[in-house]
């Protein structure tokens, strides 16, 4: 995007955004229903005046503490008493809090499919870094896998839109997702609550102790276990043929979805000297389930309602073709999962995720700098066995994923008498990651050369190394005005590797063993912002952003290792993000009311982008022309005046995205007619156009609105009704744009009842999420030989599809106590 046009779009942003602020009051008192949903409950703020209401919002978007008012950064901000009331301990649970995010568990790769306001990272390629990153306890990760870890005593969410540079170690360009834990107290507290979900029959526990242990040291410790059986039905028989003599596949187990989690963190906070701080805080995760495809359902392919055959073998009479809660997910023979083929132990679906975490701050407060220090360790190792098509065809795989990241971050941070001061720093980060794959695709006897029945084998990994330097200067040019502008500097590189070994003799040709590529990738980015505060009062203000965001390219490490392969094949460019945002922050109506709007515009150009060709088993990666994101985000929290305990919120999201300049693969079995008609050889075509399309995973519209009434009913007790209904409207699914992978407009509701003795010294909650039973499709991959014939052509069948779906109406019961 070019400077003319981001000014033209900040100044239309900000006459509008000016308009909408003025008339904000006016409209949320004439119609209940005109703004939308508001993930925001607010916090207890440390108030800087006398004139802070007490309820205010606090975030750290900046990297320092300031209430949402004052901060000029598009933000959604949910605490922790939000995630608490309704049971949200999942980052798809956090996604429904927070207009215009999808996010979802997806097979492979990275296991998970994160976009937020259309911008995001599929899970196919394990080797590609999320667009959309993680930062946990200030620790910046990006693999994606971070989606498994269970939250439990939380202080906060805060998902950061749009590029970001400056404040979170690791440049990235579609936004973030910061979680910060609870930490210690100055005096002694303790908590205990359980519960039990009744749809997946969950059986939940959590709880902390958190006070002083001797005079400047303080610590927390905090826990939480679960285990459920699933909220999704297995239509697998109990034995079904596998098409080789002797062998059988059975049913995985009774339901889908089960799992069995727990979690532990603590915290040491000691005060060294009055100007010397130590936060040491460590936390690790286990979580044991049906493995990621645990929850697929099949989607047939161009509205068919009766499910393809794969390579000749009829489909299951126990599948259909409806997304509907049912679904066959049925065990490998054990023959096949126990003669040479790794990580797929005795046939049963399965994943197994452990995480490990530590992370030690050092603050020093001085003249005339703070210095801050963030010594990081993060690892994590999955294993799984997975299956995409069902219990007809034994579409399988097992996965090794182990990930190991060390890093340091240094920021200053000035306290100059005058107008000016600067925070600079830098940012190191080395990781080590192993990703290895066995497949088992096709029903074979036994090949007693390689004593294995696994099609193919393959070793894939990288280590990388990340260094950045950043600074940022502010200079309040007026004690109303404030100018801040900054870069960081970024350098990344990374060894890849890939190689082959050797598997089933009989598929030697097409996938060989002995082949092996490496890549080496080193890259350099400067990405500048610069921002301008206007503060009228203290309860206004207005804001205008220029922001570049990075996020580095590489080697596709999950491309298929055939005869074909090649390193050049494997490569992708960086990705980079260029735009602006202008917004309003407000308290009204004698703060009763606070009013947050957002407009923005953002070019992401080379986007990296990855494909799936269910015909050849293979996954490519590249890069799309430019994509497009200009929209604009609202959201208002009402305390009604004369209605004590009552309080409105609300949010919504307009977003607009859109491909430019991308001509990309067809999807399998899409015809010259249907748009597979460019790059033709032969007569045959190779690509389609989607310049001028919306891109996944971008709902044009997204909405959340509900309600808080706390009143005492009598003694000592209180009662707490939350309630909220969120919209999203209808968004395809699929990388490829399949017409026939679009998930329809659905709307969520979330309540909970909560009554307390006095103090809170006991609760008892009635809690209930997506009440309406909405089975919502984040993510799908087309099914390995059940279709995608004809590419190109003037015929072709496309491929039947394996999607992944959110939870259905889950309803807790749950009791808690504190001391």
């Known amino acids: 995007m070019t400077r003319p046009t981001i000014g033209r779009t900040l100044t239309l942003g900000s006459a509008l955004a000016t308009t909408l602020v003025l008339l904000a009051p006016v409209q949320a008192l004439a119609s209940e229903d005109q703004a939308a949903p508001a993930p925001v409950t607010t916090a207890a703020a440390q108030a800087p005046d006398d004139n802070v209401s007490t309820d205010e919002i606090i975030v750290s978007a900046r990297r320092r503490t300031e209430r949402l008012i004052d901060a000029p950064v598009a933000i959604t901000a949910v605490t922790g008493q939000t995630l608490s009331q309704y049971q949200a301990t999942r980052v798809s649970d956090i996604a429904t809090m927070v207009p215009s995010l999808i996010a979802g568990k997806a097979a492979s790769g990275s296991s998970a499919s994160i976009f937020l306001r259309g911008v995001g990272s599929t899970a196919l390629s394990a080797g590609f870094d999320q667009s959309v990153s993680f930062v946990i306890d200030n620790i910046a990760m990006s693999r994606g896998r971070e989606i498994s870890l269970p939250q439990f005593d939380i202080k906060g969410v805060e998902v950061l839109k749009g590029p970001q540079a400056l404040f979170f170690g690791k440049n990235t360009t579609g936004g973030l997702i910061s979680v910060t834990s609870n930490g210690p107290t100055d005096h002694f507290e303790a908590g205990l609550k359980g519960g039990y979900g009744f749809k997946a029959r969950e059986r939940y526990v959590e709880g902390?102790?958190?006070?002083?242990?001797?005079?400047?040291?303080?610590?927390?410790?905090?826990?939480?276990?679960?285990?459920?059986?699933?909220?999704?039905?297995?239509?697998?028989?109990?034995?079904?043929?596998?098409?080789?003599?002797?062998?059988?596949?059975?049913?995985?187990?009774?339901?889908?979805?089960?799992?069995?989690?727990?979690?532990?963190?603590?915290?040491?906070?000691?005060?060294?000297?009055?100007?010397?701080?130590?936060?040491?805080?460590?936390?690790?995760?286990?979580?044991?389930?049906?493995?990621?495809?645990?929850?697929?359902?099949?989607?047939?392919?161009?509205?068919?309602?009766?499910?393809?055959?794969?390579?000749?073998?009829?489909?299951?009479?126990?599948?259909?073709?409806?997304?509907?809660?049912?679904?066959?997910?049925?065990?490998?023979?054990?023959?096949?999962?126990?003669?040479?083929?790794?990580?797929?132990?005795?046939?049963?679906?399965?994943?197994?995720?452990?995480?490990?975490?530590?992370?030690?701050?050092?603050?020093?407060?001085?003249?005339?700098?703070?210095?801050?220090?963030?010594?990081?360790?993060?690892?994590?190792?999955?294993?799984?066995?997975?299956?995409?098509?069902?219990?007809?065809?034994?579409?399988?795989?097992?996965?090794?994923?182990?990930?190991?990241?060390?890093?340091?971050?240094?920021?200053?941070?000035?306290?100059?008498?005058?107008?000016?001061?600067?925070?600079?720093?830098?940012?190191?980060?080395?990781?080590?990651?192993?990703?290895?794959?066995?497949?088992?695709?096709?029903?074979?006897?036994?090949?007693?050369?390689?004593?294995?029945?696994?099609?193919?084998?393959?070793?894939?990994?990288?280590?990388?190394?990340?260094?950045?330097?950043?600074?940022?200067?502010?200079?309040?040019?007026?004690?109303?005005?404030?100018?801040?502008?900054?870069?960081?500097?970024?350098?990344?590189?990374?060894?890849?590797?890939?190689?082959?070994?050797?598997?089933?003799?009989?598929?030697?040709?097409?996938?060989?063993?002995?082949?092996?590529?490496?890549?080496?990738?080193?890259?350099?980015?400067?990405?500048?912002?610069?921002?301008?505060?206007?503060k009228p009062s203290s309860d206004l203000t207005l804001y205008a952003a220029y922001k570049q965001g990075f996020k580095a390219g590489g080697f596709n490490i999950s491309q298929a290792l055939t005869p074909a392969a090649s390193v050049a094949a494997g490569r992708y460019k960086s990705e980079t993000a260029e735009g602006g945002e202008v917004g309003v922050r407000a308290l009204l109506l004698d703060r009763h009311l606070s009013f947050n709007l957002t407009a923005y515009r953002y070019v992401y150009s080379d986007l990296q982008v990855q494909f799936f060709d269910p015909v050849t088993v293979s996954l490519t990666a590249g890069n799309a022309g430019k994509l497009r994101t200009q929209g604009i985000e609202a959201d208002f929290n009402f305390r009604v005046p004369g209605l004590d305990g009552l309080s409105l919120r609300g949010s919504a999201a307009y977003n607009d995205a859109e491909y430019q300049d991308f001509i990309g693969q067809c999807y399998p079995g899409q015809t010259l007619s249907q748009g597979c008609n460019l790059l033709q050889v032969g007569g045959v075509g190779n690509a389609q156009d989607y310049s001028g399309r919306t891109p996944p995973k971008a709902p044009h519209f997204a909405g959340r609105a509900g309600f808080t009434y706390e009143t005492p009913v009598g003694g000592d007790l209180s009662l707490r009704l939350n309630g909220d209904v969120g919209y999203t409207s209808k968004y395809n699914f699929t990388d490829a744009l399949r017409p026939d992978a679009v998930q329809k407009g659905y709307a969520k509701v979330d309540a909970s009842i909560s009554l307390s003795g006095k103090d809170g010294l006991w609760t008892a909650s009635l809690i209930g999420r997506n009440l309406t039973n909405k089975l919502v499709v984040t993510a799908a991959n087309d099914i390995p030989f059940a279709g995608g014939t004809g590419t190109g052509t003037a015929s072709g069948t496309v491929a039947d599809m394996s999607a992944f779906v959110d939870n259905p109406r889950e309803i807790f019961v749950e009791v808690g106590f504190k001391f």
């Open 208 to 534: 902390f102790v958190s006070g002083p242990v001797t005079e400047g040291i303080t610590a927390r410790l905090a826990g939480r276990y679960s285990k459920s059986d699933g909220a999704f039905t297995n239509t697998a028989a109990d034995s079904y043929t596998n098409y080789i003599p002797g062998q059988f596949r059975t049913r995985n187990s009774d339901r889908r979805g089960f799992a069995e989690s727990y979690g532990v963190r603590g915290t040491i906070d000691a005060q060294v000297t009055d100007s010397f701080k130590l936060e040491l805080k460590a936390g690790l995760t286990s979580v044991v389930d049906g493995g990621p495809t645990d929850t697929l359902e099949r989607i047939c392919g161009g509205g068919r309602t009766t499910p393809l055959p794969a390579n000749g073998i009829p489909s299951s009479p126990n599948t259909d073709c409806r997304i509907d809660g049912r679904a066959d997910s049925s065990a490998l023979p054990v023959q096949v999962a126990t003669t040479g083929m790794r990580y797929a132990r005795d046939g049963k679906l399965y994943g197994d995720f452990k995480s490990q975490y530590a992370v030690l701050t050092g603050t020093i407060e001085s003249d005339p700098f703070d210095v801050t220090s963030i010594t990081g360790y993060y690892h994590f190792k999955q294993t799984d066995l997975n299956n995409v098509s069902g219990e007809s065809y034994p579409a399988s795989f097992s996965q090794l994923a182990d990930f190991k990241q060390f890093s340091e971050e240094m920021r200053f941070q000035s306290k100059f008498d005058g107008p000016f001061n600067i925070l600079f720093g830098a940012f190191y980060a080395h990781g080590k990651f192993v990703f290895n794959t066995d497949a088992y695709i096709f029903p074979v006897p036994l090949d007693p050369i390689n004593n294995t029945y696994t099609t193919f084998k393959r070793d894939n990994g990288f280590s990388t190394d990340s260094l950045s330097f950043f600074a940022e200067g502010t200079l309040n040019i007026s004690p109303k005005l404030e100018l801040s502008g900054g870069a960081r500097y970024s350098r990344e590189s990374r060894d890849s590797y890939q190689r082959s070994l050797p598997a089933h003799i009989a598929f030697a040709g097409a996938f060989p063993g002995g082949i092996s590529l490496k890549d080496k990738y080193d890259e350099g980015n400067l990405s500048p912002q610069v921002t301008l505060r206007y």
